[in-house]
């Protein structure tokens, strides 16, 4: 299961869906797409207001800096993966 956990600072994702095999588990595609186009599209405007580390199987995103952007673009990602979670209960939990 993934599992997201969401503080007003960070955001720590971690583990692996369970879906379907590697490579084929679009549970575990789907959030890499959502959570890696967040962090580009953060770092494009502003490199100065996340810093992120990524190991396998676990994402952490610090937000240095709250600004407008940086925050409407983290909630965007926040709630693409609610939506997931909704469709994919059994592999996937936000917290």
Known sequence: MIKVNVTNDK???FGHAGYEEVGKDI???SVSSIIT???NGI???DENSISYEEQE???IID???HT???DTLILNMVELLKELEKVYSKYIKIS
């Open 11 to 13: 955001i720590k994702v």
């Open 27 to 29: 549970v575990c595609a």
């Open 37 to 39: 186009t967040t962090i």
């Open 43 to 45: 770092i494009r405007l």
């Open 57 to 59: 199987g676990m994402v």
């Open 63 to 65: 937000i240095i800096k």
């Open 68 to 70: 407008s952007i940086t």
